[in-house]
């Protein structure tokens, strides 16, 4: 699956939602913020939110340092 | 009167008006490295009338690559960032009153710290702090704003009190791990497009522009060349605990927050995290790896040691012993240099 991730075309293996591309992404557990076709999703939703190809998705993602 | 401000008077959104709320105001600054300084150098030459900055640690060869108020004399001395901050804003504008705390930011450091200030500006380098900022915050209704950068990437939001949702309604989750500055690296010109993010919104706030103010999280990757500014509005929630209807702000509890020990004729201070949950030991060792040193595991805890002196011991459950020091300020330096 084909997804715009951040701006950048990325080939994508297996994550079906988004809970499952944050971990493929390696951005689980970071307090990522994710917007869908630019819709905010609430966290509770990425779980169940599923993946279409050609889907936009911007992630923020928190770091620490400063 | 000298023309020091002129530019700054001649540019419309502030003018004389603008100038003078700015010598009025007082801005905390938590943190005195790459963040810390650069806001400060930024607020002092713009005239803040009174700005504080605090900060626990000293000054080391590795900062000067991007800490803007410190020299080789200061690493030389192992001076206190605070105090070599102070002294060199003394420099850039004797007209205004500087203040440097060299302490340990906890609660009651923080309350104290918040009494008189109209602004916080989170310049820390750890989660701990930054969720005691955002409850002291919420507590006396004074915005702060929040910057964090790693690597080539940065984020900035500015958090104001009854208005947007708070760093809680969007983290939810105190993130355990990740990359920091002593894992990952850091190059300067991120650190210093956050600071132009907070610095800017913070003038905005202290005249009284509060019309144009951005509103957005925004982050960006300096070297991967990506810029976003993204509306969180919506994930305000009603039933935080930090800032909802009945917000109790829990940071604030003594029960929730890091706990630290000496271990008494061990040599070794513990570290217990707030937020109870599992390190995950095989990312941990990851990212230690690129450090060299040595690393050793089994299934229940990771050891790291990149000198004779110092070794922490990982555990699942979240706690970090450090061997090799009876001082709790050094520990968590090293603690919060590794874990964020």
Known sequence: MKLIVNGASLDIDQARTIEELLVELKLAGKGAIVELNQEILDKSQHAETRLANGDKVEIVHFVGGG | MNDRYSRQILFEPIGEEGQDQLSDKHVVIIGAGALG?????????????????????????????????????????????????????????????VESL????????????????????????????????????????????????????????????????CLSCLLEKVPMGGATCD???????????VVAHQTAEALKLLTGNTTSLRNKLVSFDMWNNHYLAMDVQKLKKADCPSCGEHAHYPHLDPENQTKTAVLC???TVQIRPSEKGERDLEELSLSLSRLGGRIEQNPYLLSYSSDEEQRLVFFKDGRVLIHGTKDITEAKNLYYSLIG
């Open chain 2, 37 to 97: 300084t650069g806001n400060a150098e930024i607020l002092a030459r713009a005239g803040v009338g009174r700005i504080t900055i605090a900060d626990r640690d000293y000054v080391e060869w590795s900062n000067l690559q991007r800490q803007q108020l410190f020299s080789e004399e200061d690493a030389k001395y192992r001076m206190p960032k605070a105090v070599a901050a102070r002294e060199r804003l003394e420099q850039v504008n004797s007209d205004i009153h």
């Open chain 2, 102 to 165: 060299v302490l340990d930011a906890g609660v009651e450091e923080l309350r104290e710290l918040a009494e008189f200030a109209d602004l916080l500006i989170d310049a820390t380098d750890n989660f701990d702090t930054r969720l005691l900022i955002n409850d002291i915050s919420q507590e006396r209704k004074i915005p702060w704003i929040y910057g964090a950068c790693v690597g080539s990437y940065g984020l900035s939001y500015v958090i104001l009190p009854g208005e947007t949702p």
């Open chain 2, 183 to 193: 894992t990952a690296g850091i190059i300067a010109p991120v650190v210093q497009m």
């Open chain 2, 265 to 267: 004729g061990r040599n």
